[in-house]
C-alpha cells in the first residue's frame, strides 16, 4: 500500500493519534513493540469490503461464526424473505411485458458442476421447451463466458434465462419441473446460484486462512457485490419487508442445512429466538 499517496487522507490514521498509548502533547518514548501494534493496525487499511463487513458485523453481535463461515445475522435472521414469482412479473391480456424476477435481472455463475449437470438435464429439458427455443439446436450450449472469464447462464432476446417458462401468472423454471417430473431432487440438478438465491457466499482472506461469508444480495450489502441498486430495488422479493414474511434462513432452510449442516439452522433459529425485531436499514 502506498500509504502516502492515497488521494483521499485515510480518516482512520487520523482519528486514533493514541494507537501508542501517547498522550496528546507528552511525546512517548520509542518503544518496538508498540511500533509493531501500530504497524499491525496499518495491515488493517488493506482489508477487503468483506472483511471490512465481516468486522462491522461482529462488533455489532450479527455475526454467527462457525470454524471456517460467518454467517450475517442482519440478512440471514433479520431480514424477511419468500420467493413468490407472481410479484415479479406484470402481465397484461394474457400476456407477460415486465419480468423482473432474479432469472431475468441477475446474470446466474455457473460452476463446472453446474453445468456438468445443465448438460445431462437437457435432452429431458428440451421436451419441454417449444419447438421454436433456441436450446432445441443441440450445438447450442446454455451458457457464455463473460468478459470476466466466468461461465454464465446465457440470455434469450430479452435478457432472461433460456429455462424460463410463463405461464398462468408465474414464471417457471424448465429444469426444476423437469425434475420434479422426474421424481428428481431439484437441489442435484438445477445450479447452485439459483438454488441459493437470495443467499450469497464470499470468500475472504482473513490472516493466515481462508473464509466464507455467508449473506444475502439486497439493498445493505450492495457494497459486496458489483450491483446496480435500481436492479435490487425491482426484484420484490428483495424489497417487500412485509412482517407476515418468513426470516430469510426459513425460507431457505433446507439448501442451508444441505450446505452447513442441520447444527446451522439450530443455531440461527436459537438466534431468531434471542434477536428482537430490529429496523430495517
Ligand atoms: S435455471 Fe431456472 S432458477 Fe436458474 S435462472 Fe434459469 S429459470 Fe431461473
Request: charged residues 30%; neutral net charge; aromatic residues 6%.
Amino acid at each position: 500500500m502506498a500509504i502516502g499517496w492515497r488521494a483521499r487522507p485515510s480518516r482512520c490514521l487520523r482519528a486514533a493519534p493514541d494507537y501508542n498509548g501517547a498522550v496528546p502533547g507528552r511525546p512517548k518514548r520509542r518503544d518496538s513493540s508498540r511500533v509493531a501494534g501500530v504497524r499491525a493496525a496499518l495491515r488493517e487499511l488493506e482489508w477487503t469490503g468483506v472483511r471490512r463487513y465481516v468486522q462491522i458485523l461482529r462488533e455489532a453481535g450479527d455475526l454467527l461464526a462457525t470454524r471456517d463461515a460467518d454467517f450475517d445475522l442482519r440478512e440471514l435472521v433479520d431480514r424477511r424473505f419468500e420467493c413468490d414469482s407472481r410479484k415479479c412479473l406484470i402481465w397484461r391480456g394474457g400476456q407477460m411485458l415486465v419480468d423482473s424476477s432474479c432469472c431475468a435481472r441477475y446474470r446466474i455463475e455457473l460452476t463446472s458442476l453446474d453445468r456438468e449437470r445443465l448438460q445431462a438435464m437437457l435432452p429431458l429439458v428440451r421436451e419441454r421447451l417449444p419447438e421454436s427455443h433456441a436450446l432445441q439446436d443441440e450445438r447450442q450450449a446454455p451458457w457464455v463466458c463473460d468478459e470476466d472469464y466466468r461461465m454464465v447462464m446465457a440470455e434469450d432476446d430479452h435478457g432472461v434465462c433460456p429455462f424460463v417458462q410463463y405461464d398462468d401468472g408465474r414464471s417457471t423454471c424448465a429444469v426444476h419441473a423437469v425434475c420434479l417430473d422426474e421424481g428428481l431432487d431439484p437441489w442435484d440438478h438445477k445450479p447452485l446460484a439459483c438454488s441459493l438465491w437470495p443467499v450469497a457466499t464470499l470468500e475472504y482472506r482473513t490472516d493466515g486462512s481462508t473464509r466464507t461469508l455467508v449473506t444475502a444480495y439486497g439493498r445493505a450489502t450492495v457494497g459486496l457485490f458489483a450491483d446496480d441498486e435500481d436492479d435490487l430495488d425491482r426484484c420484490v422479493c428483495l424489497v417487500d419487508q412485509s412482517p407476515e414474511l418468513p426470516p430469510l434462513y426459513e425460507s431457505q432452510r433446507d439448501i442451508l442445512q444441505r450446505l452447513f449442516g442441520s447444527s446451522l439452522v439450530r443455531r440461527l433459529d436459537a438466534a431468531a429466538r434471542t434477536r428482537s425485531p430490529r429496523p430495517r436499514r
